[in-house]
């Protein structure tokens, strides 16, 4: 089977994010309003095969703590879908 | 309570005591934190401060010495230069990419404090081996962090080093060494002064980074729940635009004269800053502590005060020149707010509002004079003896030399074309070289002085495992004869001492010996130590890393004119071996490869050293050698094995009988290619210097072959040396 | 008579001085200018140099274009003032729409600081007109943005407008094309990711930038 | 009231993305199979105040063409979702 996987890789809460602070500057300095905490971080989608769903799941979840994140900054929004 | 709380921070009893005897009182949990990030190991250098008074450190060129935030020292021409190394070793584990950003982002802060603005920076590295998962994860990391960090700020990295080696496969060494540049009245040390002034917070916001050690107390003292504790991040993320908008701000409230002091905020953040700028005026502060611009909601006093986020400082203004100093603020984007007043007491006060609750109050001064020092015990290693007897010359002689050669042929390249290297057009030599070269223009004025500032770092952790003392005074004489090679002539020093556990006495034992042996060099080569920093508990499970003492020398050309001659030689010219015979192979890096790392090793002769140095200074002076490297790393072999890679051009070698004097790495030593017309030229001033040398071969074709040794083509030692990197790091890493 | 070229500033800009100092040398009169004021006085012409304006968060030029000196640049160069763009200033004038195309990251996924070797491949440009077609200059790259990226019809738009003024003999980013270097429709704005203020000295390694710059100021020169 | 938004910035299709391309590489060195047609964007997050979705909505979609994306090269998914 192959699933399709969505991960989204943000930084932990606490952590400082200057990206996020510096476009929050560059919004409001842009005149929109009203636009706060912003963070940013990286998604990474990708189509994998296996044989169920739960193999599938436990390989992307290795993928990230090995290679994807730094569990000590990062954390993880993993979501499997099969593919129809 | 205190009680139960100070060993969880890191304090002993006996340091409790002395703090209750400070204060006349029992301290409270603000003061207790204040307390132990400021007694820490890495703030107080509580182990190590004893030895590191043996080092010379005076010079009629000094201006700072250690002690300062950066050593500074005079090179003429109204010109000052800033120069500090630090290590990053820890958090670079844990972190690599922030870890290292952070090392290099605090390394710079050190330098414009002093009013400096920072020119170059390099990049001493060692991990653990390639082949193993993990070294090469923190490897890619830690150099793509200094990559980030370090152009976007926008200071050229021009040198440093990249090992790898089993010693530090649980424990990375990261250290960063920065120069800065100044005209010689901009010079401004980190003190508070003139009671009424006022203490600026510049940068970043403060938040719950780096809080790790203290953050004992919050669970301890106010009842939150452990979990929360453990998610506090001990982790900073480094923010290059935000320190490039303070440099340019920084350095634009000096020019402008309206700062009376600054300071870093570095290890132990705020608490630091503000006691160090106190005591060191002589003075006292009201600190504020709702003043300070915080970036998550509910933080603790001793939180805020012991915070380390990155990319703060603390300036001293008088109330007069406020308005304008938060307006150049404004101008570069920088967050301001007046956090302290300077007082008449003494006392770091830290208060709730100006003239509101008084939270803390501490001797600014005890923070750090009072801090311990401690005489930890001190033993050579049990096996010394018989170490000692285990010579690598008894090694089996390698079956296929070419092969170890080409094991230990690595180009650091990778590394270093991921640095933006020339940056400010001074880079006459960038990495790569034998040491960097740039050329000295004046700070104001940008006008070329027509001389050259020269860098080089080194490390040796192979010679310092077998003798602490003799390999550091061997790693002082490297950089000395680096700096020769690039016509320079030394002018100071600084160092970074990394070593393992210092509750460990054989520990003790090797930064006691490294410090004499480095001492010993200095004193011989008058070589003045402006500053350093000390790095200890380096170990992984109970495993020390080897010794690791790393030098930051700068050194002055006077003329330069042209681009010194570097590592390539020419179709024709004969290649000549300056200095004494080879002797021994313990501690080379041919007998670690083995896995032979033990033997010994004997005292260099300095003033033999010192006459290499002097000819080589001025062969390059005079322009007689084409090209030059001196033996070091890979003995004999590498060297010329190197020089043939640079100027993709072979060789014949004779004279080198066997695999000792190929790998050998004993001192003093400088190959060197000369055109045949000037050899009477040359031989001349090797007899006036009185030096032995000997003619060992010629260049030619696109063989390198040594005379019954070995024959390898040029391609073949080119294709190993640029592609070890590559292959190693470049298919993406994971953590192993 | 010397032509006043205007250097910009903006917070995070780092080539603003190496680049004053290039044409100081070249017989120049620079200044800088900053990126907050609306008017950038009596200039021949402007440069937007190398650097993290802004730190390139979010993405390279992306905060810098909104800046009020881009909108006094987008006149000046509309009334054909020339203007180049150097690295990061190349990627500021993709985001500002005053060329084409954007540039993303490197394919090798690397920072990289390195010489390379570039053909000018068209002399009509304020940036190029003094050198010779199929002439090869050795020239530093410093960038990990600098993967000319555009769409199949803007690409033939350019080739067959003859605006792309500077290839890499070796590609090393990625780029499309092998693009170094691009100018607009009037080619009185450039564009190029190598830093000819680098290759301006004996003592550098290169002096294959002086007739890039010189090109510029002649280009100046004649607006005046 | 306060919207959460989320937004997804990808690379165009047709446009090479060197970053998946590397990490589809690496998965295959460290031994994981199967994984294919690695795509990697960034995704920003922030909260916004509007006086309905619509509004909120329309104020993200331009701060997205705009700002957040450069169009030549990139494309935006947006989710806004009201805070409880
Ligand atoms: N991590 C690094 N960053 C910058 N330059 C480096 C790095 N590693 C090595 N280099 C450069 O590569 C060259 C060779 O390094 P090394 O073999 O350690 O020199 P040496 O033995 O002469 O001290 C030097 O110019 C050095 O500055
Ligand atoms: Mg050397």
Redesign the pocket.
């Known amino acids: 089977m192959v699933y399709d996987a969505f991960i989204e890789v943000n930084l932990r809460e606490g952590i400082a994010d200057p990206q996020g602070s510096t476009i929050e500057k560059a919004t409001a300095n842009l005149g929109f309003e009203g636009v706060v905490n912003v963070r940013v971080g990286k998604c990474i989608r990708f189509q994998i095969e296996a044989e169920n769903e739960v193999n599938a799941s436990s390989v992307v979840q290795e993928l990230c703590d090995r290679f994807l994140t730094n569990p000590v900054i990062e954390e993880a929004i993993i979501k499997i879908q099969v593919v129809e | 309570m205190t009680e139960l709380v100070h060993r969880s921070l890191g304090l002993t009893d006996e340091e409790l005591a002395k703090i209750i005897e400070i204060l006349g009182r029992e301290p409270n949990h603000l003061e207790l934190a204040m307390y132990s990030v400021m007694w820490s190991e890495h703030c107080s250098y509580k182990s190590s401060r004893i030895h590191l008074k043996r080092f010379p450190t005076e010079a009629d060129h000094v201006l700072v010495g250690p002690g300062e935030n950066a050593g500074v020292i005079d090179v003429g021409d109204g010109i000052a230069i800033a120069l500090r190394i630090e290590s990053h070793n820890h958090p670079s584990y844990i972190e690599p990419y922030q870890g290292a950003a952070t090392g290099v982002g605090g390394i710079i802060r050190d330098i414009f404090t002093m009013g400096a603005r920072p020119i170059a920076i ?2 001493p ?1 060692r991990f653990g081996p390639l082949d193993d998962a993990r070294s090469r994860w923190i490897a890619e990391g830690v150099v793509s962090g200094i990559s980030g960090y370090g152009n976007s700020v926008g200071v050229p ?1 021009v ?4 090992v790898f080696d089993q010693t530090y496969i649980g424990n990375p060494l990261v250290n960063v060494l920065c120069v800065g540049i100044m005209p010689k009245e901009r010079l401004v040390l980190g003190q508070a002064s003139g009671v009424g002034n006022l203490a600026v917070l510049l940068g970043s916001t403060t938040g719950r980074d780096g809080i790790g050690g203290v953050s004992v107390l919050a669970s301890a003292g106010f009842g939150d729940e452990e979990e929360d504790a453990e998610k506090r991040p001990s982790v900073q993320v480094g923010d290059p635009f935000e320190e490039k908008r303070l440099i340019e701000g920084c350095l634009e409230l000096l020019d402008e004269g309206l700062v009376i002091g600054i300071q870093d905020l570095g290890g132990a953040g705020l608490a630091c800053a503000a006691s160090e700028t106190a005591s060191r005026g002589g003075v006292g502060m009201d600190f504020n502590i709702s003043a300070v611009p915080q970036r998550e909601s509910g933080m603790q006093p001793f939180e805020i005060m012991t915070s380390e986020s990155q990319e703060r400082m603390l300036a001293i203004v008088t109330p007069e020149n406020l308005e304008q100093v938060f307006s150049i603020c404004r101008k570069w984007e920088i967050k301001s707010s007046v956090v302290g007043k300077v007082t008449s007491s003494g006392a770091l006060r830290i208060i709730e509002d100006f003239g509101g609750e008084v939270l803390g109050e501490v001797p600014a001064s005890s923070l750090h004079e009072d801090a311990p020092l401690y005489q930890r015990p001190i033993s050579k290693p049990d096996d010394m003896d018989e170490a000692t007897a285990d010579q690598a010359t008894k090694l089996p002689k390698p079956e296929k030399i070419e092969d170890d050669l080409f094991d230990l042929l690595i180009s ?1 390249s990778w ?2 074309s991921q ?1 933006d290297s020339q940056l400010f057009l001074n880079t006459v030599i960038g ?4 040491a ?1 070269v740039l050329r000295l223009k004046h700070p104001t004025t940008g006008i070329d002085t027509g001389r050259g500032l020269a860098l ?1 770092t ?1 490390g040796n952790h192979r010679w310092c495992a077998v003798n602490p003392r003799v390999g550091a005074a061997m790693t002082v004489a ?1 950089s000395v004869l ?1 700096l020769a090679c690039v016509g320079a002539t030394p002018q100071a020093l600084v160092n970074c001492l990394n070593f393992g556990n210092p509750e460990n006495p054989v520990v003790m034992w090797q930064l006691s010996e490294a410090v004499d042996g480095m001492a010993e060099a200095c004193h011989a080569f008058q070589l003045p130590v402006i500053g350093g920093n000390v790095s200890l508990y380096n170990e992984s499970q109970g495993t020390n890393i080897d010794p690791t003492p790393v030098v930051g020398v700068i050194g002055l050309i006077d003329e330069l004119t042209a681009v010194p001659p570097g590592l390539s030689w020419n179709e024709g010219d004969r290649i000549i071996l300056l200095g004494p015979e080879a002797n021994g192979l313990c501690g080379s890096a041919w007998a670690f490869q083995k896995g032979h790392r033990r033997g010994s090793l004997e005292m260099m002769d300095f003033d033999l050293h010192q006459r290499v140095c002097e000819l080589t200074r001025d062969l390059v002076a005079k322009s007689l050698v084409t090209g030059l490297h ?1 033996v ?2 890979g003995g004999l072999g590498v060297c010329a094995a190197e020089m043939a890679i640079h100027s993709g051009i072979g060789c014949t070698l004779a004279r080198i009988p066997d695999h000792i004097s190929f790998f050998s790495e004993s001192p003093s030593r400088v190959l060197v290619a000369v055109n045949s017309e000037v050899i009477p030229e040359v031989e001349e001033l090797v007899t006036q210097y009185d030096v032995p040398h000997a003619r060992i071969g010629l260049a030619h074709g696109d063989t390198f072959t040594v005379k019954n040794l070995l024959s390898v083509s040029v391609p073949d030692l080119q294709k190993k040396w640029n592609s070890r990197l590559v292959d190693a790091l470049d298919g993406g890493t994971a953590q192993g | 008579m010397s032509p006043n070229i205007g250097v910009i500033v903006f917070p995070g800009s780092n080539c603003e001085k190496d680049t004053i100092e290039a044409l100081t040398d070249l017989g120049a009169s620079p200044r800088l200018l900053w990126h907050a004021d609306r008017d950038m006085g009596n200039v021949d012409a402007v440069i937007i140099p190398g650097g993290f304006a802004h730190g390139d968060y979010l993405r390279p030029g992306a905060i810098a274009r909104f800046s009020p000196a881009m909108e006094a640049i987008t006149n000046f160069a509309e009334n054909g003032g020339p203007v180049l763009g150097i690295c990061n200033g190349f990627q500021v004038l993709t985001e500002a729409g005053l060329l084409p195309g954007a540039l993303q990251k490197n394919a090798g996924l690397k920072f990289l600081c390195q010489e390379v070797e570039l053909r000018v491949e068209n002399t009509n440009s304020v940036l190029t007109s003094q050198a010779l077609e199929g002439q090869t200059l050795r020239i530093p790259i410093n960038h990990f943005e600098g993967n000319y990226t555009c769409s199949d019809e803007t690409l033939h738009e350019l080739q067959i407008g003859h605006r792309i003024i500077l290839k890499y003999s070796e590609n090393p980013n990625g780029s499309v094309a092998d693009i170094a270097g691009i100018c607009n429709d009037n080619r009185n704005v450039v564009g190029l990711m190598p830093h000819p203020e680098r290759a301006c000295h004996t003592l550098l390694g290169s002096t294959d930038g002086r007739v890039l710059l010189k090109s510029f100021m002649e280009g100046a020169h004649a607006k005046v």
Chains 1, 4 share one sequence.
């Open positions: 390099m990049d590295l990295n040198g440093g080093e990249i650091p590394v270093t640095y990495p790569g070289g034998d960097a080089t080194d490297e680096n001196d070091s790393s």
